[in-house]
């Protein structure tokens, strides 16, 4: 991984910030309490806006938004370089259409904070249980856990009952791709 620009490790800085709290506020503006809002937020405290000349929201989600302003903006990319700073857009993380089939694009987003040696990124994303450190490891995404107790990826779906064969739950098999914008 390389360094980061410092805009980028102040970003990533601040996602750290606010680990383990419910709600991200940033200059007195309060964001919505999902992955979405929590990345506008983290942005927010380096005076970008992510969501900026996309319009009014017509049935996509706050993802797929923040994705077309890196694309505009920035560069998708697949790594192998990772910055502290960086977008990392999943996924499938849950049925946002409602088809009961893994078939739902972008939706999850979190801000890395750093990899690993191992090559696993740790990343700062908002669930429903909060704003905590995930992990995730490109070069296993299969694997929960190694044999010593490492966590190489973790859970970002939930099961339900009904998931179809073939329904993944690991952040390394969700992973669509990284975001960085231009320096």
């Known amino acids: 991984m390389a360094k980061g620009m410092p805009r980028q490790t102040a970003l990533a800085k601040t ?13 007195g503006r309060k964001y919505n309490p999902d992955c979405s809002g929590f990345v506008r937020g983290v942005y927010a405290s380096q005076r970008v806006d992510l969501y900026s000349g996309l319009g009014e929201l017509d049935g996509g989600n706050g993802v797929g938004r923040i994705y077309t302003h890196i694309v505009e903006h920035g560069r998708i990319h697949y790594g192998p370089t990772v910055h502290p700073g960086d977008l990392v857009f999943f996924h499938n993380t849950w049925d946002f259409n409602g088809d009961g089939l893994p078939n739902d694009p972008l939706t999850h987003i979190g801000v890395v904070e750093k990899v690993e040696p191992d090559g696993t990124v740790l990343f700062v994303s908002s669930l429903s249980r909060g704003i905590e450190r995930y992990r995730m490891n490109l070069q296993h995404p299969d694997i929960h856990k190694t044999a010593d107790g490492r966590v190489f990826n973790d859970f970002l779906r939930r099961k339900r009952f009904g998931d179809g064969m073939g329904t993944q739950y690991l952040s390394g098999q969700l992973f669509a791709a990284f975001g960085t914008l231009s320096r």
């Open 15 to 27: 996602a750290v910030r606010f680990v383990g709290q419910s709600r991200i506020q940033i200059g």
